[in-house]
């Protein structure tokens, strides 16, 4: 097993030439190094295999880093095989100059080594020799039968497909000892970057054993210039989004955070112009601030970037993983016998544990399974502080959701549920739910019924339903809700969701990626929205037996659905014109009712 600590050491000892000199130095750890270090160590605490998916912006050293810990490991154990594997063949020879120039400095620690081949170090121990080779990622398709302890996919958003992922991460064995890093630049989120996208937003999602890392070029001290020359910042969006991620709250501008924040600015300008020939997506890919930015954000975003900016504040880690189970314990609560399990694989994340007293609102989307790229999910909202409490995710059927949000509902106090009918697994999900475990709180449609449009026919009391009427209630809702501050989002999951979710043809979609989570989160606030009776994060409690109506809430609420009874009679008149139009003029005797 990687000695983490005694790979450090070994490796600070080492020559590497300086990245601005090139005079040969020992290794000493840039901060963002530190951070992977740091984050690799805190997986094996937890006795888990290191896996890590690396995003990150152009030459922070993360590459040789990694190589570095790969040659520690092939120094400290005999038997053990290294593997790095590069996008091509120029850059696979560039990528092992490291390891190759790391060993001149092993003699002095009294470790001599035979020569080198061109792809492969041997590493000679009493007990079998271990091995660092280096390949490319055409190379190694169909080459199975090796296993390794030690992976490195390097620029992996540039392999061709999803082929070398799924025959490279198959060498590696399950097991607490192995390393696997796959790190890159983004390349966008559809074609040879699509790969990497998907399986970065596993690991942000939770949904897979990787641990996301992100390092933009704000974390890389190289990316800085004199603040004096964004004396005049912010001037644009981006600008803003950089002093909202580094500079202190207020902005004074004259603190070390708002320094530093400066620097950048003025690095960033620099950049665009010296590096990306001014062309500011280029240098959202190379040198991205956030992740979000890196995979290009969509032309006609759903959010505006004010509301982007607020919920990106208010994000912060989960406070548990666990999964729900049935207390089977003498000390059981009759009444709510389900208990949080630690664990740290499970896709179920925890930012509040339920109150007594407090309401809970859940929103669900069964996957829709088309092809296994789907996901089921699970939001809880508070209804008192408009906090996210938990988020679930993962690949499972619509008997099993239902399961989920039986275990989740009776946890948080018997939260309202509602599930997205549209599709039939939502359905499917639902009726389990009610008549299975007879779950006591699903959500009933909260519309204005009697005062629909001619012709508009409610399917289902019992249920949401995502129509063209109902869907741009979820988005309004919420974006008035983060604009006003009451929602907290938490959940960097859902925030990348909010983030690709564009408009287009006037409805809002994710066109790149998931939107499970983003459906749950939305239909889970709404229905708090519809139903919390002091409106959502109106941070009251409320008296159980007697709940107070609060008036003024009350009116908002008739008011939007007002609104929104008039967006859906234009929209039935508009079907009607279409239908004149397709058929032609309705039979004698027929009325034009409406037109
Ligand atoms: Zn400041």
């Known amino acids: ?15 590497i030439p300086d990245y601005q000199s090139q005079a040969m130095v020992n290794f000493r750890f840039k901060p963002s190094q530190v951070t992977l270090l740091n984050k690799f160590k805190a997986q094996r605490a937890k006795g888990l295999p290191i896996r890590a998916i690396i995003c990150k912006s152009r030459r922070f050293g993360g590459s040789a880093f990694v190589d570095g810990i790969g040659l520690a490991h092939c120094v400290g154990e005999e038997n053990v095989n290294a593997m790095i594997v590069a996008h091509r063949k120029d850059s696979a020879e560039a990528l092992f100059r490291v390891p190759l120039t790391l060993i001149k400095g092993l003699p002095s620690t009294g470790y001599d080594l035979p020569e080198p081949t061109q792809k492969k170090i041997t590493f000679p121990h009493p007990g079998g020799d271990s091995t660092l080779s280096i390949a490319t990622a055409g190379d190694v398709l169909g080459g199975r039968g090796a296993a390794f302890s030690f992976l490195h996919l390097s620029e992996a958003a540039g392999y061709q497909g999803k082929a070398p992922f799924t025959s490279l991460l198959s060498t590696v064995p399950d097991h607490p000892s192995t390393f696997i890093v796959v790190e890159s630049t983004a390349n966008k989120k559809i074609g040879p970057g699509e790969a990497f996208y998907s399986m970065w937003c596993d690991a942000v999602y939770g949904k897979s054993e ?11 001290i190289l990316c800085r210039r004199d603040a004096l020359e964004a004396k005049d910042a912010p001037v644009n969006e981006d600008e803003k989004d950089i002093i909202s991620l580094v500079a202190c709250d207020k902005f004074c501008g004259r603190c070390g955070k708002c320094h530093k924040a400066l620097e950048c600015v003025a690095w960033r300008r620099w950049a665009i112009v010296n590096k990306c020939q001014g062309d500011v997506e280029l240098f959202h890919q190379e040198y991205p601030a956030t992740w979000e930015e890196a995979f290009i954000t969509p032309q006609n975003p759903a959010f505006t970037h004010d509301e982007r900016r607020i919920a990106r504040a208010t994000i912060i880690e989960p406070i548990a993983t666990g999964r729900l189970e049935r207390d089977i314990s003498p000390a059981a609560d009759p ?5 949080l399990i ?26 829709r399974g088309y092809d296994n790229k789907d996901y089921a999910s699970a939001f809880v909202w508070c209804g008192e502080t408009g906090e996210t409490c938990a988020r679930y995710a993962s690949r499972i059927n619509p008997e099993s959701l239902a399961e989920l949000l039986n275990f989740m509902g009776i946890y ?6 509602a599930v997205e009918l549209t599709g039939n697994l939502g359905l499917w999900t639902q009726k389990v739910l009610r008549d299975t475990y007879q779950y006591p709180n699903i959500y009933k449609w909260k519309g204005r019924d009697d005062r629909q449009p001619v012709g508009y026919v409610t399917r289902t009391s019992i249920g949401w339903e995502t129509t063209a009427r109902t869907r741009p209630m979820l988005l309004d809702a919420f974006r008035t809700a983060i604009r006003f501050g009451r929602a907290k989002l938490y959940d960097a999951a859902a925030l990348s969701q909010m983030e690709a979710a564009e408009m287009i043809e006037g409805k809002w979609e994710v066109r790149q990626g998931h939107d499970d989570i983003l459906m749950a989160m939305l239909i889970g606030w709404l ?22 109506i609060d008036k003024k809430s009350e ?6 659905n007002a609104d929104l ?5 234009v929209r039935a008149h508009w079907w009607k014109i279409q239908r004149y139009i397709k058929n032609g003029p309705p039979k004698p005797g027929a009325r034009l009712d409406g037109i």
Do not use: C
């Open 555 to 560: 009116d908002r609420k008739v008011i939007n």
């Open 210 to 220: 990787y641990d996301a890392i992100f390092i933009g070029y704000i974390d890389d």
């Open 412 to 417: 948080y106090f018997k939260a309202m549920v």
């Open 335 to 339: 009444g709510r016998p389900i208990i």
């Open 527 to 548: 229905i708090g929205e519809q139903w919390h009776s002091a409106g959502m994060a109106s941070s009251k409690l409320l008296d159980l037996e007697n709940e107070p």
């Open 342 to 367: 630690p664990d740290d694989r499970s896709p179920l994340k925890v930012w509040k544990f339920p109150e007594e007293r407090k309401h809970y609102y859940i929103g669900a989307d069964a996957a």
């Open 565 to 569: 009874d008039v967006q859906g009679q």
């Open 1 to 15: 097993m990687i000695n983490l600590d005694a790979a450090a050491t070994l490796l600070s000892s080492l020559p």
